[in-house]
């Protein structure tokens, strides 16, 4: 048992103090995940502590499209006030010029006192740059405070950083039988409106949704946000189609001009399709194939780590989830159990290769809702 903190004690008191506003400034930036590819979502709070009583001066995450940056945001709704203030950051301000100058030097100019950075951002341009640049200005930085709820926060960044490719969140729901669907006969219903509704705000906080060509032709739907308010934030849609046979009837087709869709394919795939597709506002990336002639997956997700994304939610079913599983490209896995099939299910939620997999993920956390249970397991 750990030993029990000292009442009064100054330096507790100073960390439990930077937790908190730690976890504010993770919670800011959570906010935005899924408008601000390629950029991550940070959030940045600005705090007067130096009469004792901490006084929150400003906020600010990082704005859709990835501009401004959390830190700038925060640091102009302060002013003045933010002159001997502490910042919070969830990742480390930049240092290094590209649409807009470094955050480093907004942050001097503001004369902030004290930076508390969750941690260390991996991208070579900044890879702890903006932390030394800060302490040569003369601000006391303190890295590392909630760096593990940073790292799953910004894991899509650190991915596409670290790997090339974007990061993938699977997502499968199962009845108390372990089954995803049926064969054969209608769809199952297997998780009720709460369940649902949160699922579609994972939706919005994804860059992308991507789902193999067997969820459209069995159950056609839109993929889009349907929570009240939050429809705008519908992301770009992608489906894996190795021969292109998604039909050009199928209702993500027919709003593709609404909503961004990319249909991934094979090199070999038919141009006559691509041609109907893309009259209809798709647009058709092409990758090599596997052994199987399949879409070869590592290629593609390189290919749309170059086009920007960092997080992608996948609702693929079994199939894509177990192939992904293959390829060693999962990061995070939610497993949501709902209600009983009664004899009706036939179509295992689980994959042989998922289930190797899952013993290599770590269970990270559990939310129960009403009947339904999610799981999340996340790579250590």
């Known amino acids: 048992m ?21 976890r504010l400034a993770i919670a800011l930036g959570e906010r935005n995940l899924g408008l601000t590819w390629p950029n991550p979502s ?15 001066l400003a906020q600010g995450a990082t704005q859709a499209g990835g501009r401004p940056h959390a830190e700038r ?9 933010a002159r001997g203030a502490t910042l919070y950051v969830s990742l480390e301000p930049c240092s290094h010029h590209g649409k807009s100058p470094p955050c480093i030097d907004a942050v001097i100019e503001a004369g902030i006192a004290r930076v508390v950075s969750a941690v260390e951002d ?3 341009r900044v890879a702890g740059l903006g932390h030394a640049r800060l302490r040569e200005a003369g601000i006391t930085v303190d890295v590392g405070c909630r760096t593990e709820e940073a790292l799953r926060s910004h894991r899509g960044h650190f991915t596409r950083v670290t790997n090339g490719r974007p990061a993938i969140t699977v997502k499968l729901a199962r009845t108390t039988e372990g089954f995803a669907g049926s064969s054969s006969g209608p769809r199952l219903i297997i998780t009720d409106e709460r369940a649902n509704a949160r699922v579609h705000l994972m939706r919005a906080h994804a860059d992308a949704i991507m789902v193999g060509v067997g969820t459209i032709l069995a159950d056609d739907p839109l993929l889009n946000v349907r929570l009240p308010g ?9 489906v894996m189609d ?41 647009e058709v990336l092409r990758v090599g194939p596997d052994d199987a002639g399949r ?35 999962v990061d995070e896995l939610v497993l949501i159990t709902g209600r009983s099939a009664r004899g009706e299910g036939d179509v295992p939620a689980l994959g042989f290769a998922l289930q190797e997999k899952m013993d290599e993920l770590r269970l990270s956390g559990d939310e129960q809702l009403g009947s339904d249970l999610f799981m999340f397991w996340e790579k250590p």
């Open 230 to 238: 939050l429809e705008q934030r519908s992301p770009i849609r992608i």
């Open 242 to 282: 190795s021969h292109l046979r998604i039909p050009v009837t199928s209702q993500i087709v027919a709003t593709a001009r609404e909503i961004p869709t990319w249909v991934m394919t094979t090199v070999g795939a038919p141009i006559e399709a691509e041609r109907a597709l893309m009259k209809r506002g798709v």
């Open 295 to 329: 879409i070869s997956l590592p290629e593609a997700l390189k290919l749309l780590g170059t086009r920007g994304l960092t997080r992608i939610f996948c609702e693929g079913g079994p199939d894509l989830a177990n192939a992904l599983a293959r390829a060693d490209l």
């Open 122 to 124: 991996p991208d070579d």
């Open 73 to 81: 945001v925060a640091l102009a709704a302060a002013g003045e006030r």
């Open 42 to 56: 940070v959030g940045a709070v600005v705090v007067d502590d130096r009469d004792g009583a901490p006084l929150i």
């Open 2 to 22: 750990a030993p029990s903190t000292p009442a009064g004690d100054p330096s507790a008191e100073k960390a439990e103090r930077d937790r908190r506003f730690m």
